[in-house]
Structure formats: structure tokens, C-alpha cells
């Protein structure tokens, strides 16, 4: 099994760890200490050796800040964990609401006038550390060595796995076209260099994958690509022995001094280099976007048929745990079992790498747990009459999957039939729109939460993240949310996911992932306007029962008849002989 059930959070040890980390403060002098969830490398998905906010608040989520003062201490999540932390928390840390409120408003209110905050300068970035500088007057904010590990113990040891090659026929362009092609970008822009946290964005550039951050198939590095091409790359030199690396090999301890002996104009993206990378920069800052984002986002030919070849096995997969689950007894099993089971059938594929995160599998009440994560303490049995909510994906050398359903176990509540049906017309609309190029995430958006707006319901989530290519499985820099403008372009895969969660009851969210293309034309358009719309790479169906059919439209309903024609179509001649009844009862059409 790729996914383990015991517990990371320790919320008992919250209080006394809190203790020693204020000790510490008062030793060094300093007012306050910001602990957020972020590694060095800026990464959602961080190392054991880097969970200082689990470690210090017994919050697991993948996103957030703790805030410690002399006499407060928040924990600031985001609406995905809203409930969870309710239940991963002691009493002596106060949840906030994030971003409602940000750390610098929360710090002005709670810290005196002419107080210290320290912050390790390793795990915020420029455009971070700007934000509480301006949005905290009459608050100084200090560069610190970080309190937190100053008093960690037992600290796991960093990774140290092995990177592997790439293929090129997976990649579709060699990294030296790569690097060629952004160098001539960079010195278009008059920029001599760029320096390279992310490493997702230093593997995608270099044709390279790694095993040092569960579920995510990155090595941890650092770089630096010049303007003519090359490049400069900093990492244990035992993870890349094997490889034949067209770069300049150094050590992790060789990358600040590098940094300070670059010349010229240098481009640093503000919002994912650490500040203490910055502080070292002795070149011309030239403040942009790290140049590797939107060309990996773009996704090549041969990545998008790896990703729909890895959603075609992941589908007979899905297809089968879902006719296993339809046959079975919901008494008979648990939140654990039904994910020990899914990913059973995934590893049967024979191609499966790794799950591309913790599959969420939650019953009832659960399932309104955003990104709830089952383990041994908190497992239950699956109910009749429940919702059964189950968020999963696969990592294949091809492509990386990320998909939920919501299914019914026996009688679902009517208005849980009701709420499942406004997020499927959500999701529905989003897989159908048509839209002119220039168009941003923030736009698609509010067609996901339409059905459920005119209801008064809504999600506290965006509809869409991302996704790469045998990497990140939430991969900026695109999404489809109200905060993101940036345009969509051909080739982004993103997910389409909208939900409805009620607290206690039960939560609702449909997921496929979806690629941004070239529309076709349409009779009576204007030629002259360039239009996109999405194809869609996930076909596993829906679950009938919790759609009530008069609530479709005449087009919502041709829609899902017609997609679901594709679901059985794409696994026919792939699946037992059980799933392949259950397939053709699911695909029925309404």
C-alpha cells in the first residue's frame, strides 16, 4: 500500500510544544514567530522534516500559517479546513479565518505597538514578507534561524531519493530545446538569468522526476538557467549520480553563493523565492514570474495523449472499485477498506507509480470534511442511507489523475438528491462553456456555482487546479477560482470540481479534469473571434441515484446521457464481468 492510516496529528502535544517554542522567542528577544506550511521550496507538499505547522498545532492540511505571540496563538486556515481544524487543534491556538483575515491584519490587532515578529526567511516569499511590512505599521518583522526547529527533537532526516530520467517520448520536447527556448525568453526580456526554486518547474525543465516528497514525484533542487541556455544546478549530488544531466552539478550549500555572484539583470519570481534567496541577490532584480510555469502548464501533444492514456486506465480502475462498492454491503465496510480497496484496483493496472495524494475517503459527515484524510482513529463504517464521498488519483509515468465521486449508499436524502444535482449542473456547465481566448479562471468559475447560488448555497473552495504531467497533481500557475484572471490557454489541464458540504451531514463534490483547446466553429460565429472550450479526459460515471432528473434541463440532460455513452464505451472489453453489468446500468440513460 502506497497510503498509510496512522495518525500525524498530535494535538496533545500542542500545548507543550507551544511552551517551548515561546521560550525560545523570549531567549532570542522577539515578540512573535510565524510558522507557516510552507517548506524552503515553496511546495503545497512538503517533506516529514518540514511539517512544522503539524508538528507544532496538530493541523494537517496543506495550507496555511500559525501565528505565536506571548499571549495569542492562531492557526489560519483556509474553507477547505474549516472543519478539520476544529478537530486537529488544542484550545490554546485560536483558529482564523484565512484569507478573510491575514496574518498581518490578525498581527496589527493582537501584537503591541513596536513589536518583534520573526519569520524564518528560508520559508516566505518577497511578495509574503512586503505584505505584512505594509499591512502591519508600527509592527517590526525580523529574518530569524527558525524557532521551531530549534526545538524539534526527533526531526526526520531530509530526503534523499534517487532522480530518475524523464523519457523524451513522454516529455515531447528535450530538455535542451527547454532550456534554449526560455533562455531566448529571458534575454528577449533583457535578463541575463533566472533563479529556480520550484521543483517541480526544475524537473519539468530538465527532464528529470525524483521520490523526495510523498505522492509527488519531484526531486528537491535548486537551479539557475542563463540566458544562453545553461544550467547551474544545486542538489545532493547522490540523488543524481545515475543521470547524465546536461547542467552544471553543485551542492545544495553551493546556491547563495552562486546567487550572489550573478551579474547583469536577474529574474526572481516574487512570489515563489524564498526571501533569503533574494536578500542574497547582488545583480539587478528583474521581479517576474518563474520562467517555467506557463510553458509546463501548456501542455505538449505527446503529454496530453500520456494523459489521456493514464485517464484510460485509471478509468477501468474507478469503473471497478465502483461496481465492487455497488455490490457490497455498506455495513460490511469502512472508510479505510473501501481506499485500501480503490487502490487495489488501481495497482492492478500494473503501471501504477504512487497515488497523486491521500485518497479522501469519506462517509456522512465526513465526506463535509473538504480534504478530510481517514485514519485509524477516525475511521468509521459505511451507512445506508449515507452520501460516500471518495477524492483519489493515480501517478503514471504518462499522466496524473485526480478524481472524485459522490456516491449514494442505498436511499439518499432528498435534499442531498437536490444539492448533488445543482453541483452536477455546475460541473456540467463548465464542460460544456465556449469561451474567447483572454478569458481567466475567475469567469468559469461562477458558471460552476450558478445552480447552487440561486439556491443560497455555494463552496468555500475553488472549482479548479492544474494539474501536471507526471508531477504535482495541483500545479499553478493556472486555476479556475475568483482570484485567478490569468487567461486560459490550449493544452492547460485543469479540474472541474464543484461541490456542496454541509456540516455534520454530508458532502457532495463531482471531479473530472479537463483540457483547455481550440474550439470549433460554430454556425452564424464570428471567424475572426478565437474561441476555447474544454475536453474532457475523466469518463467514469455518475451516479444516478443522487440526480433528480427534473431539475436537468433539456441540454444538461443530453449532456450527461452523452458522456455517459463515453464511459462505457472507452472501458468496453477492459472489465470483469461485474463491472461490466454495473457499467451498463450506470450509463442508462435518464
Known amino acids: 500500500m502506497f497510503q498509510t492510516f496512522e495518525s500525524s496529528s498530535s494535538p496533545d502535544q500542542g500545548p507543550p510544544r507551544l511552551a517551548a517554542l515561546r521560550a525560545a522567542m523570549a531567549e532570542a528577544g522577539v515578540d512573535g514567530f510565524i510558522v507557516p506550511r510552507a517548506d524552503a521550496f515553496q511546495g503545497e507538499y512538503v517533506a516529514p522534516c518540514d511539517e512544522r505547522l503539524s508538528w507544532l498545532t496538530g493541523f494537517t492540511g496543506s495550507a496555511g500559517y500559525a501565528v505565536v505571540l506571548a499571549d495569542d496563538a492562531g492557526v489560519f486556515v483556509d474553507g477547505r479546513y474549516r472543519v478539520q481544524v476544529k478537530a486537529q487543534v488544542a484550545d490554546v491556538f485560536t483558529a482564523v479565518d484565512w484569507p478573510e483575515t491575514s496574518l498581518a491584519e490578525w498581527i496589527k490587532e493582537h501584537a503591541s505597538d513596536g513589536a518583534k515578529i520573526a519569520y524564518d526567511p528560508w520559508l516566505h516569499t518577497p511578495r509574503q514578507v512586503a505584505a505584512l511590512t505594509k499591512g502591519a505599521p508600527g509592527v517590526t518583522f525580523v529574518a530569524s534561524p527558525n524557532f521551531v526547529d530549534a526545538i524539534w527533537e526527533d526531526r526526520p532526516a531530509r530526503p534523499a531519493g534517487r532522480a530518475f530520467a524523464h523519457p523524451i517520448e513522454l516529455a515531447g520536447e528535450a530538455s535542451a530545446e527547454k532550456r534554449a527556448r526560455l533562455g531566448a525568453d529571458l534575454a528577449a526580456a533583457g535578463e541575463d538569468a533566472a533563479i529556480l526554486t520550484l521543483p517541480d518547474s526544475i524537473c519539468w525543465l530538465l527532464n528529470i522526476r525524483g521520490s523526495d516528497i510523498p505522492r509527488i514525484p519531484v526531486v528537491q533542487a535548486t537551479a539557475i538557467l542563463q540566458s544562453d541556455g545553461r544550467v547551474a544546478l544545486f542538489v545532493d549530488t547522490?540523488?543524481?549520480?545515475?543521470?547524465?544531466?546536461?547542467?552544471?552539478?553543485?551542492?545544495?550549500?553551493?546556491?547563495?553563493?552562486?546567487?550572489?555572484?550573478?551579474?547583469?539583470?536577474?529574474?526572481?519570481?516574487?512570489?515563489?523565492?524564498?526571501?533569503?534567496?533574494?536578500?542574497?541577490?547582488?545583480?539587478?532584480?528583474?521581479?517576474?514570474?518563474?520562467?517555467?510555469?506557463?510553458?509546463?502548464?501548456?501542455?505538449?501533444?505527446?503529454?496530453?495523449?500520456?494523459?489521456?492514456?493514464?485517464?484510460?486506465?485509471?478509468?477501468?480502475?474507478?469503473?471497478?472499485?465502483?461496481?465492487?462498492?455497488?455490490?457490497?454491503?455498506?455495513?460490511?465496510?469502512?472508510?479505510?477498506?473501501?481506499?485500501?480497496?480503490?487502490?487495489?484496483?488501481?495497482?492492478?493496472?500494473?503501471?501504477?507509480?504512487?497515488?497523486?495524494?491521500?485518497?479522501?475517503?469519506?462517509?456522512?459527515?465526513?465526506?463535509?470534511?473538504?480534504?478530510?484524510?481517514?485514519?485509524?482513529?477516525?475511521?468509521?463504517?459505511?451507512?445506508?442511507?449515507?452520501?460516500?464521498?471518495?477524492?483519489?488519483?493515480?501517478?503514471?509515468?504518462?499522466?496524473?489523475?485526480?478524481?472524485?465521486?459522490?456516491?449514494?449508499?442505498?436511499?439518499?436524502?432528498?435534499?442531498?438528491?437536490?444539492?448533488?444535482?445543482?453541483?452536477?449542473?455546475?460541473?456540467?456547465?463548465?464542460?460544456?462553456?465556449?469561451?474567447?481566448?483572454?478569458?481567466?479562471?475567475?469567469?468559469?468559475?461562477?458558471?460552476?456555482?450558478?445552480?447552487?447560488?440561486?439556491?443560497?448555497?455555494?463552496?468555500?473552495?475553488?472549482?479548479?487546479?492544474?494539474?501536471?504531467?507526471?508531477?504535482?497533481?495541483?500545479?499553478?500557475?493556472?486555476?479556475?477560482?475568483?482570484?485567478?484572471?490569468?487567461?486560459?490557454?490550449?493544452?492547460?489541464?485543469?479540474?472541474?470540481?464543484?461541490?456542496?458540504?454541509?456540516?455534520?451531514?454530508?458532502?457532495?463534490?463531482?471531479?473530472?479534469?479537463?483540457?483547455?483547446?481550440?474550439?470549433?466553429?460554430?454556425?452564424?460565429?464570428?471567424?475572426?473571434?478565437?474561441?476555447?472550450?474544454?475536453?474532457?479526459?475523466?469518463?467514469?460515471?455518475?451516479?444516478?441515484?443522487?440526480?433528480?432528473?427534473?431539475?436537468?434541463?433539456?441540454?444538461?440532460?443530453?449532456?450527461?446521457?452523452?458522456?455517459?455513452?463515453?464511459?462505457?464505451?472507452?472501458?468496453?472489453?477492459?472489465?470483469?464481468?461485474?463491472?461490466q453489468g454495473w457499467i451498463t446500468r450506470a450509463t442508462a440513460s435518464i
Open 238 to 579: 547522490g540523488k543524481v549520480a545515475d543521470l547524465d544531466i546536461d547542467a552544471d552539478i553543485h551542492p545544495p550549500e553551493a546556491f547563495l553563493g552562486a546567487v550572489a555572484g550573478l551579474k547583469g539583470t536577474v529574474r526572481l519570481d516574487p512570489d515563489t523565492c524564498p526571501e533569503a534567496v533574494r536578500a542574497a541577490v547582488t545583480a539587478t532584480v528583474s521581479e517576474g514570474a518563474d520562467p517555467c510555469l506557463l510553458p509546463k502548464a501548456r501542455k505538449n501533444a505527446a503529454e496530453l495523449e500520456g494523459a489521456r492514456a493514464a485517464h484510460a486506465r485509471d478509468a477501468v480502475a474507478m469503473v471497478e472499485f465502483l461496481a465492487w462498492l455497488d455490490a457490497e454491503d455498506p455495513a460490511s465496510l469502512t472508510e479505510i477498506s473501501a481506499a485500501e480497496t480503490l487502490e487495489g484496483f488501481r495497482r492492478a493496472t500494473n503501471a501504477l507509480q504512487d497515488i497523486s495524494f491521500e485518497t479522501i475517503s469519506g462517509a456522512g459527515a465526513h465526506g463535509a470534511v473538504v480534504h478530510y484524510r481517514v485514519t485509524e482513529e477516525t475511521n468509521r463504517p459505511l451507512k445506508s442511507g449515507e452520501l460516500y464521498l471518495v477524492d483519489s488519483g493515480g501517478q503514471y509515468v504518462d499522466g496524473t489523475t485526480d478524481i472524485t465521486r459522490t456516491v449514494a449508499l442505498g436511499t439518499p436524502p432528498e435534499e442531498a438528491r437536490q444539492a448533488f444535482t445543482r453541483v452536477l449542473q455546475g460541473m456540467i456547465a463548465v464542460s460544456r462553456v465556449r469561451f474567447p481566448k483572454g478569458v481567466g479562471g475567475q469567469h468559469i468559475d461562477a458558471l460552476a456555482r450558478a445552480p447552487l447560488w440561486m439556491a443560497g448555497q455555494d463552496y468555500d473552495h475553488g472549482t479548479g487546479h492544474g494539474v501536471g504531467s507526471y508531477l504535482s497533481v495541483h500545479e499553478g500557475p493556472t486555476r479556475i477560482a475568483r482570484a485567478s484572471s490569468l487567461p486560459l490557454e490550449p493544452g492547460m489541464i485543469l479540474s472541474n470540481e464543484p461541490g456542496y458540504y454541509r456540516e455534520g451531514a454530508f458532502g457532495i463534490r463531482i471531479e473530472n479534469l479537463i483540457v483547455v483547446q481550440e474550439a470549433a466553429p460554430v454556425p452564424g460565429g464570428d471567424k475572426a473571434r478565437a474561441m476555447l472550450d474544454f475536453e474532457t479526459l475523466t469518463y467514469v460515471p455518475i451516479d444516478r441515484a443522487l440526480i433528480v432528473p427534473d431539475m436537468l434541463s433539456t441540454g444538461e440532460r443530453d449532456w450527461l446521457n452523452a458522456y455517459h455513452a463515453q464511459c462505457a464505451a472507452r472501458v468496453a472489453g477492459q472489465l470483469s464481468d461485474r463491472a
